[in-house]
């Protein structure tokens, strides 16, 4: 079999989910024949005739109908065509989806999936990252693979869960990722994972950040520092325990995240580690976000927007001398 | 069939209700849509160089309609392009350096880097800049007419485009309805080039003509045959007359193909043959200049003039904008705020706070 990407894993859980499972079907634009934008369900329209159907340009109406769907037992997958155009759903996703089970009882098994994250050239609103707004909503679960790996099983995951998923996939992985094959097995659903192990400081990140922490890591080893990179996996739930572990061994935290620092994941990482963790601390806790502007269009100002791999490093040297 | 309103007013095209098209705006029209062909041409070769990062997303075949509408416009009045409106873009008064400089970032463009491509405009001259999400322009530019009538300005219209795709979303309903309610100078033009990225129109409305929906939102409907320049002139310049004298929003539909992919990535092959040769697939820009020189409104040697002319100004403007300096990430104050400076605080002297 030859590598597989973040991409392909995207499409063969969708492929297996639709096989193992007949409640399953997906809705979006232009996923039918053509396959999707980012032909994340290629040939898929053709092996499930009926399941792989294209959407009218209605954001908002393709969540009802998953949710009126979920209520009737199917369970839905919703292809935006990115991240951004979520907001023309958003009311149907966090008012009627997210209080669903709480107001009646009744779960609302449902994906959105999110093409998610900044590409060189996205410009305002082809690179959102969301997870944040999402995950401020109870009663939403939001993924954010960083692996190839995660990518496969936390969709069939987020299928089988009976709640609402948002699961943001990031566009910048799709091709660049690949895995020889797939897992068998799955971590515990809400688990975070030790991406890198390490004992001078704790990098907190996740979907493709996991990825720059991990190249500043290893530039960091020519200092002779030994990184530890924690990659959350879900953004919500959040596995403090795991973090708390990390900063225990390392005294050290730094969180990075892709979105705006307002109140976002990173934010919510550090208030959990100062209010349940202060006494691991040796220095204060740090984060790395995106700036405070739309991501902008130039390549130039994007890499910059960005947290990358050299000012996760910075970052890292800033806090190692703290 | 009971259409009601929408086809009591849709009477036959280019008699009835049809303004005559004069030689000079014709002639002015076909000038625009060579230089928005040929600089279209452009972008698609400096994309596929790699010189333009993200995506191109061009408006072949659509130039005849998207120039009607751009050419009617003046100076006060609102517009809001959409994604293949690069000659109504022109007509409105946009350049073929400022469109050279967005596409490829110069921090001497109206954009300066910050957004790209069909993303562009100059707000506070009245040419909004479009967001992604489709449907999101119609009340915004209801906004600018109704801050004229707040302020008692007569006069003025406000003119948008969009694919029938994007009449699919509840920003283009809201939108369409809030106008009927407010009897807005508006007049919405839909570009129905039968595909909306990949998807057919049967899998996009089920009525059978996006006309109908006129009636539904009270506004007055119009239709254009949308690769024939000279209906289209007419159409919508009565369209955009009827608006200026007070009568209220209209619609315009228009039936056409975009004769490329949704952008330079796509080849389009879910577009059938059959489609392509059938008198959808005629190529405005070549049925103009016919009409034109059929007319003698232009000569066959103008003709050839204009196309080397706009040619070598699309190059040279390409060899100075690929030069320009692009935004200097350090030299960003990274603000979105206006009324803050870049360390976040208050940039209003202390009385007023
Ligand atoms: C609300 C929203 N959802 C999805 C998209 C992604 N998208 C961009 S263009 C496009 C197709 C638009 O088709 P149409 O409106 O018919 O215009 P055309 O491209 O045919 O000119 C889609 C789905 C978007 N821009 N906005």
């Known amino acids: 079999m030859s590598a597989i ?42 092996e499930f005739p009926g399941r792989v159907l294209d959407s009218p340009i209605s954001e908002d109406a393709m969540v009802g109908l998953a949710i009126g769907a979920a209520v009737e037992g199917m369970r839905p997958i919703i292809e935006m065509q990115f991240a951004d155009f979520s907001t023309c759903g958003f009311n149907q996703i966090v008012n009627q989806a997210a209080t669903l089970h709480y107001r009646t009882g009744t779960p609302c098994p449902l994906v959105v999936r999110l093409p998610s994250g900044g590409t060189p050239g996205g410009g305002p609103f082809h690179s959102q990252s969301m997870e944040a707004i999402y995950a401020h909503y109870p009663g939403l679960i939001v993924m954010t693979p960083a692996t190839v790996e995660d990518a496969y099983t936390m969709l069939l995951e987020a299928v089988a869960l009976d709640d609402p998923v948002i699961f943001c996939e990031h566009k910048f992985l799709y091709y660049h990722l690949k ?42 080893t020519h200092d002779g520092y030994d990184i530890e990179v924690v990659d959350l996996r879900t953004v919500r739930p959040i596995d403090t325990d795991t973090i708390l572990a990390s900063v225990a061994r390392t005294g050290r935290l730094l969180v990075v995240g892709e979105a705006w620092p307002w109140g976002g994941v990173a934010a919510e990482v550090i208030a959990r580690v100062a209010t349940e963790g202060f006494g691991l601390l040796d220095a204060p806790p740090q984060r790395l976000n995106a700036k405070e502007t739309p991501v902008p269009y130039h390549p130039a100002l994007w890499g910059t927007h960005r947290p990358t791999a050299s000012s996760v490093a910075n970052s890292l040297r800033q806090l190692l001398e703290l | 069939m009971t259409l009601g309103k929408a086809s009591d007013s849709d009477g036959p095209r280019a008699t009835k209700h049809s303004p005559e098209v004069t030689r000079e705006n014709a002639r002015r029209a076909y000038r625009i849509m060579l230089e928005a062909r040929i600089l279209e041409e452009k972008l698609a070769v400096l994309y ?30 609102v517009y809001a392009p959409l994604i293949r409106d690069q000659a109504g873009r022109m007509a409105f008064g946009d350049t073929i350096l400022d469109t050279m400089r967005t596409y490829l970032g110069s921090s001497l ?28 322009m119609v009340s915004t530019v209801c906004g600018g007419l109704m801050a004229k009538r707040f302020r008692g300005e007569t006069g003025a219209v406000g003119g948008t485009c969009i694919g029938e795709g994007g009449t699919s979303t509840g920003s283009f309903h809201e939108g369409m309805n809030l106008a009927g309610v407010e009897k807005l100078p508006i007049v919405v033009v839909v570009a129905n080039n039968q595909f909306s990225y990949s998807t057919p129109n049967d899998r996009q409305f089920a009525c059978n003509d996006l006309l109908v929906r006129a009636e539904g939102y009270g506004v007055r ?3 254009a045959v949308g690769n024939d320049l000279m209906d289209c002139l007419s159409v919508i310049g009565e369209a955009v007359s009827a608006a200026r004298s007070g009568e209220g929003p209209q619609l315009v539909v228009a039936d056409l193909l975009r004769l490329v992919g949704h952008g330079e990535h796509d080849d389009a092959s879910y577009i059938p043959a059959a489609m392509k040769e059938s008198s959808l697939g005629g190529d405005c820009l070549d049925l103009a200049r016919t009409t ?33 300096p692009s935004p200097d990430p350090s030299e960003e104050d990274w603000n979105a705020f206006s009324c803050l400076d870049s360390q976040q605080n208050s940039r209003y002297p202390e009385e007023r706070q």
Request: proline letters at 2%; zero cysteines; glycine letters at 12%.
């Open chain 2, 292 to 324: 034109l020189l059929e007319k003698g409104w232009l000569t066959g040697e103008e003709a050839a003039d204009w196309q080397k002319i706009v040619e070598k100004e699309v190059e040279e403007t390409s060899s100075k904008v690929l030069r320009e």
């Open chain 1, 179 to 220: 895995a020889d094959k797939l897992p068998e097995t799955v971590l515990p659903f809400g688990k975070a994972k030790i991406a890198r192990q390490g004992r001078d400081a704790t990098v907190v990140a996740y979907s493709a950040m996991v990825h720059e922490a991990l190249a500043a890591a290893e530039e960091l």
């Open chain 2, 48 to 77: 596929r160089s790699g010189k333009i990062v993200g995506g191109v997303f061009l408006g072949r075949g659509q130039e005849a309609l998207s120039v009607s509408l751009g050419i009617h416009l003046r100076r006060g009045d």
């Open chain 1, 5 to 46: 990407t973040y991409l392909e894993a995207i499409r063969l859980a969708q492929q297996k989910a639709l096989q193992d499972d007949p409640r399953v079907f997906i809705y979006g634009q232009d996923i039918g024949g053509f396959g999707g934008a980012f032909k994340a369900t290629k040939n898929l329209a053709k």
């Open chain 2, 221 to 223: 409907g119009r239709r």
């Open chain 2, 109 to 136: 463009g109206s954009m300066r880097g910050r957004d790209g491509n069909i993303h562009r405009g100059r707000p506070s001259e009245g040419y909004h800049a479009m967001i992604s999400h489709l449907g999101a």
